[in-house]
T-cell receptor, first 116, second 110 residues
Framework: GAGVSQSPSNKVTEKGKDVELRCDPI?????LYWYRQRLGQGLEFLIY????????KSGLPSDRFSAERTGESVSTLTIQRTQQEDSAVYLC??????????????FGPGTRLTVL | SQKIEQNSEALNIQEGKTATLTCNYT??????LQWYRQDPGRGPVFLLL?????KEKRKERLKVTFDTTLKQSLFHITASQPADSATYLC?????????FGKGTRLHILP
């Protein structure tokens, strides 16, 4: 596709349920990032993939959060046993090479997660 | 601790005037700084990158400055238009981890 896509666009779930968020990066982009944005807040870095390996997982807030990536393609962010504080917009971005801000990130539209 | 600060309150600017947004940081020595625009319900869009050895960068009506002594970047929009209304985020590169500020909401009043 022409840009980064994410699905679902909106997800409402009950506390304690697991959710899976999907990101399709721009074709050919080796780097993929996940961020969380709470209402009125900045972007909180979660995890970064270079290819299918994750050199930096330091942003994952707890062991309930995990992410994987298939090759240089789709990534899935999984949140287990969701809590109300997990409610936020989850943004995915991809870039051609990665390695910090030397490479422009292209963001998807985000998935708005609401945990009741 | 490391910290990025952007104007926390919304900025209201009259159409045609220059809007200036501030990004301050502490305890960092970033090699690069980027500015992004974010519209409601959308992901951020890259605008400009400035390197530590560059004092100023321009792109059409946008200008960014980077003062590593003051630990500050200024983002200017000249001849502002209502379509410039959005949230503007600065982002720093620290050890290949990208740290974003909370953003400043800009309203250009017609």
């Amino acid at each position: 596709g022409a840009g980064v896509s994410q699905s679902p666009s909106n997800k409402v779930t009950e506390k304690g349920k697991d959710v899976e968020l999907r990101c399709d990066p721009i074709s050919g982009h080796t780097a993929l990032y996940w961020y969380r944005q709470r209402l009125g807040q900045g972007l909180e870095f979660l995890i970064y993939f270079q290819g299918n390996s994750a050199p930096d997982k330091s942003g994952l807030p707890s062991d309930r959060f995990s992410a994987e990536r298939t090759g240089e393609s789709v990534s899935t962010l999984t949140i287990q046993r969701t809590q109300q504080e997990d409610s936020a917009v989850y943004l995915c971005a991809s870039s051609f090479e990665g390695g910090g801000l030397t490479d422009t990130q292209y963001f998807g539209p985000g998935t708005r997660l609401t945990v009741l | 601790s490391q910290k990025i600060e952007q104007n926390s309150e919304a900025l209201n600017i009259q159409e045609g005037k220059t809007a200036t947004l501030t990004c301050n940081y502490t305890n960092y020595s970033p090699a690069y700084l980027q500015w992004y625009r974010q519209d409601p319900g959308r992901g951020p869009v890259f605008l400009l990158l400035i390197r530590e050895n560059e004092k100023e960068k321009r792109k059409e009506r946008l200008k960014v400055t980077f003062d590593t002594t003051l630990k500050q970047s200024l983002f200017h929009i000249t001849a502002s238009q209502p379509a410039d209304s959005a949230t503007y985020l600065c982002a720093l590169d620290i050890d290949d981890k990208i740290i974003f500020g909370k953003g400043t909401r800009l309203h250009i009043l017609p």
